[in-house]
Structures are given as structure tokens and as C-alpha cells.
């Protein structure tokens, strides 16, 4: 079965950094791209970032580009999102999908900035 | 950046109506297209992609189409389990963008 789990999330105050990981299973991770797409309270999906299977190709939205880093490690499964400055608008819900389709969606880790 | 104007983004049916929701692409996206369907605290599901073709276990009464630059999903006949969200994504281009969703509720 194939399966993705986020971590990470969290309370952070502006400005701060946090770092979201996903964990995935069930599949050979290492061919397949991957993407962070996010979801504020009460809002529509948002593409975030996206990573091909071998860290080659790169982008990001423009609203975190500068900001965050998408990385994966294929040794460990694991994909991760590294954010910095840190804005209120960044609060929302942070999903971990499968490219090129997202036929699999993690559960959301929920990121809440706020002093 | 390619804008993805979806339509209506609510709407009330009853059981048993064929509901179309609409995506409308500002550039051509070929048919770089998928939908999503969202219920209230869970992750997005993936539908349909490539415009047209159903995803896997996703019931044959959804159907996606494609007419110029305007998309389409459609349920054949509306069930209580088909209340949601839903969003269409074009992924031809980045920043890939999603449509502003179309809240199904019961009539």
C-alpha cells in the first residue's frame, strides 16, 4: 500500500524556520517526482513546490520561492520542505503528493505561524 | 502564470442528478488536466487525469471532458458519499495551479 506521512509541523513564530518531512512507503520512492502542495484554514489547494526523482529539476511557487527548499533523500524514502522566514501567511496545511498525477496524498502537516 | 477559473464554486443537487462542474483554462493546457474531490477533513483524492481518464477504484458515474479550453467533470447520478469539494489542477506548466473548487452540497 502505498503511503506518505508527514511531520514536522507546528506553532512558530514569524520570521522562524521549520522543517516538514515526509516519509514514504509502499512504492520505490526514488522514481517518482514529488510535490508540497498546501491548504490554508478554509481555503483552496495550493501548489507549493515540486522535485523530480533525482533532484534535478526544481520549482517552487512563487509566493515561497527564496524562502523554502524542497530536498529529498531517496536513500531514506523521505522528502522534505525547509521553510524559512516564516510569514502568517504560510499558516495552513501542508500535503506531500506523488508526481506526475498526485495519486497519493499524505494526511497534512499543519503549520500555524503566529507570535 | 496559467489561471484556472472553475465553476460554480457552489452548488446544491439533489440524489440521483447529473451535476457538471467546469474549469477553464486561461492557455492551452492540452490535457494536462485532473480533478480532485475533498471531504471535510481528509486529503484530497485524485479523480480523474489526463482530462478523461478515471483514476482507479474512483466509481464509473464520474467522467471527465474536454472542450477546447474548458473542462469538464461530471457525475452521471449523484450519491449522498459524492458531497465535497472538489478542484481541478492543470499540471502542464509550472507554477502548477489549481481551480478555486466547487463546494457540492445536498439539496
Known amino acids: 500500500e502505498v503511503q506518505l506521512v508527514e511531520s514536522g509541523g507546528g506553532l512558530v513564530q514569524p520570521g522562524r524556520s521549520l522543517k516538514l518531512s515526509c516519509v514514504a512507503s509502499g512504492f520505490t520512492f526514488s522514481n517518482y517526482g514529488m510535490n508540497w502542495i498546501r491548504q490554508a484554514p478554509g481555503k483552496g489547494l495550493e501548489w507549493v513546490a515540486y522535485?523530480?526523482?533525482?533532484?534535478?529539476?526544481?520549482y517552487y511557487a512563487e509566493t515561497v520561492k527564496g524562502r523554502f527548499t524542497i530536498s529529498r533523500d531517496n536513500a531514506k524514502n523521505t522528502l522534505y520542505l525547509q521553510m524559512t522566514s516564516l510569514r502568517s501567511e504560510d499558516t495552513a496545511l501542508y500535503y506531500c503528493?506523488?508526481?506526475?498525477?498526485?495519486?497519493?496524498w499524505g494526511q497534512g502537516a499543519s503549520v500555524t505561524v503566529s507570535s | 502564470d496559467i489561471q484556472m477559473t472553475q465553476s460554480p464554486s457552489s452548488m446544491s443537487a439533489s440524489l440521483g442528478d447529473r451535476v457538471t462542474i467546469t474549469c477553464r483554462a486561461s492557455q492551452d493546457i492540452g490535457n494536462y488536466l485532473s480533478w480532485f474531490q475533498q471531504k471535510p477533513g481528509k486529503s484530497p483524492r485524485r479523480m480523474i487525469y489526463g482530462a478523461t481518464n478515471l483514476a482507479a477504484g474512483v466509481p464509473s458515474r464520474f467522467s471527465g471532458s474536454r472542450s477546447g479550453s474548458d473542462y469538464s467533470l461530471t457525475i452521471s447520478s449523484l450519491e449522498s458519499e459524492d458531497m465535497a469539494i472538489y478542484y481541478c489542477l492543470q499540471s502542464i506548466q509550472y507554477p502548477w495551479t489549481f481551480g478555486g473548487g466547487t463546494k457540492l452540497e445536498l439539496k
Open positions: 503528493a506523488r508526481a506526475p498525477h498526485m495519486d497519493a
Open positions: 522535485i523530480s526523482s533525482g533532484s534535478s529539476y526544481i
